[in-house]
């Protein structure tokens, strides 16, 4: 049964968002902002066109609202494809799944993230709590209305900031684009949807967590990483002092030297060991975060 042809452009809005149901969150949002920003552009450049004969006349060139919600999933598909990572190889037994987390490309950018996460949450928080103070400080002024509407598009920008982090090195898709807004609205509807949005505050939250988050995730892998290399680096060399390579140097380990090759060895393997099992803490974390970010970043409430 073919859908009534849409009248205007929010209806056409609300039949594309109607015909992506059940799609990504993040695609929804990126074709409802290149549909808004294409009809929008197109009534603009023809002032004396009413939207009803618009959408009729772009619906041959841009398509009907079902036709590019099915462009969108197939396009989805096919980038998908082309930008995955190679999934590392199945492996059957329980030591080559353990070690083949090497192999794994989603664990490296897990644990870059967490490295990355300090200085991101430093970003984040400081804008926010800056931003949040001056706009509750300046709210009875004049002024503060131009302040909280740039508090609020720094918060977004850095929220997309984000989310491309995000995709690059957790693999959760994210928006591409802004969010979506009925930008045909005045500018105090638009302040108000602001501020009646909960994803505006749901990114704020978002914000403000990375600072304790990206605290526990820098120190968990820079102390985690730093304990494996250097048990393994000087178990190694250790080890070569004791099969007789003159090496001037003194190792010890809290305090008890490592004069014997099977402690020295037996050091290494722990260092290697606990890499690998940092390299399987990363991706679980990169998992559980990318999840959270996907919850609090992007308009789950699209219909």
Known sequence: ??????????EYLDQLREALRGADPALVQDALYDAEEYLRSELAANPGMAEAELIASVASSYGAPA??????????????KALRTPPARERSSLAGRF???ATDPRAWSALFYM???LATGIVYFTAVITGFSLSA???LMIIGVPVVILFVGLVRLLSLVEGRIVEGLLGE????????QGRGQTLLQRIGAMFTDPRT?????YQVLMMPLGVLYFTLASVSGALSVGLAVGGFLALLVNL???????????GTRLDGPVSSLLVMLLGVLLFFVLLHLARGIGHVHALVAKHLLVKTAQY
Do not use: C, H, K
Not at 67 to 80: G, K, L, M, P, S
């Open 67 to 80: 036709e590019v919600a099915e462009i969108y999933r197939d396009t989805e598909v096919q980038v998908n």
């Open 244 to 254: 007789g390579v003159p090496l001037d140097a003194d190792f010890a380990l809290q």
């Open 173 to 180: 898709r994210m928006p591409r684009r802004p969010l979506y």
């Open 115 to 117: 490295l990355l996460s």
């Open 99 to 101: 070690f083949g987390v």
């Open 137 to 139: 400080g300046m709210a």
């Open 1 to 10: 049964m073919t859908a009534e042809l849409a009248r205007s452009i929010p």
């Open 201 to 205: 505050w749901s990114t704020m939250l």
